[in-house]
């Protein structure tokens, strides 16, 4: 079956580093990888998307790789800050309206 | 804008009893989705609706139904509530282009259910 996995470890980084968090999926190619940011007792939020073609996509501080040789998508967030600590969210769509979701990596950010 | 409103944030049923989870959007987007969340897992689909007018099961629709009201309007409802479904629930929307898979869903705050 189609499935995503991240880190279910909470990842801890000192303020002012680059976070990376990592997305594995398996039994599909997906054209599009999606990442989301939860807050506690929120919806996710959409952030960034990223084509098959682009291996690489930007915006602001965050930085998102795609490398569909490993299947594995890869989220960066660089000169990280408290602010930026929540839970971040892959996911890709099959393209039917079935998005597959990975459980997430909580990140926190220690000032 | 309020995006994706879903009602009641918060509810406690006791089994076998029944409830509708409200949600609207105000993005005139075609796409609402249903999804619950439980702890270790990721968000599972529990039904669709693709365009005003249709719904489909997704990968976890036994003991729901939805109802495709309108445009803005989508309900999940529990017929007969069981432990099982405690969880936290979100419904979404997403506007369709040419394919769904490079269209962002915009998602509620959810409604936090739990079932005695």
């Known amino acids: 079956s189609q499935k995503i996995e991240q880190n279910s470890e909470a990842l801890n980084i000192q303020e002012g580093k680059t976070a990376t968090l990592t997305c594995n999926y398996t039994n599909y190619s997906p054209a599009y990888l999606q990442w989301y940011r939860q807050d506690p007792g929120r919806g996710p939020v959409f952030l960034l998307l990223i084509r098959e073609n682009e291996k690489e996509k930007r915006k602001e501080r965050l930085k998102v790789t795609f490398d569909t040789t490993l299947k594995q998508s890869l989220f960066h967030i660089t000169a990280s800050q408290p602010a930026d600590s929540a839970t971040y969210l892959c996911?890709?769509?099959?393209?039917?309206?079935?998005?597959?979701f990975g459980a997430g990596t909580r990140l926190f950010v220690k000032a | 804008n309020a995006g994706v409103t879903q009602t009641p944030k918060f509810q406690v049923l006791k089994t076998g009893q029944s409830m509708t989870l409200q949600c609207a959007q105000d993005m005139n987007h075609n796409s609402m989705y249903w999804y619950r969340q439980d702890p270790g897992m990721g968000l599972r689909l529990i039904y669709y609706?693709?365009?005003?007018?249709?719904?489909d099961k997704g990968e976890v629709p036994n003991g729901y139904n939805v109802s495709r009201l309108n445009k803005r309007e989508f309900s999940l409802r529990l017929e007969s509530a069981a432990p099982s479904q405690t969880s936290v629930y979100f419904c979404?929307?997403?506007?369709?282009?040419?394919?769904?898979?490079?269209?962002?869903?915009?998602f509620g705050d959810g409604t936090r259910l739990s079932i005695l």
């Open positions: 979404a929307s997403s506007d369709t282009g040419f394919t769904t898979a490079n269209q962002p869903q915009h």
């Open positions: 609706s693709a365009s005003e007018g249709t719904t």
């Open positions: 996911a890709y769509d099959t393209g039917g309206f079935k998005t597959i």
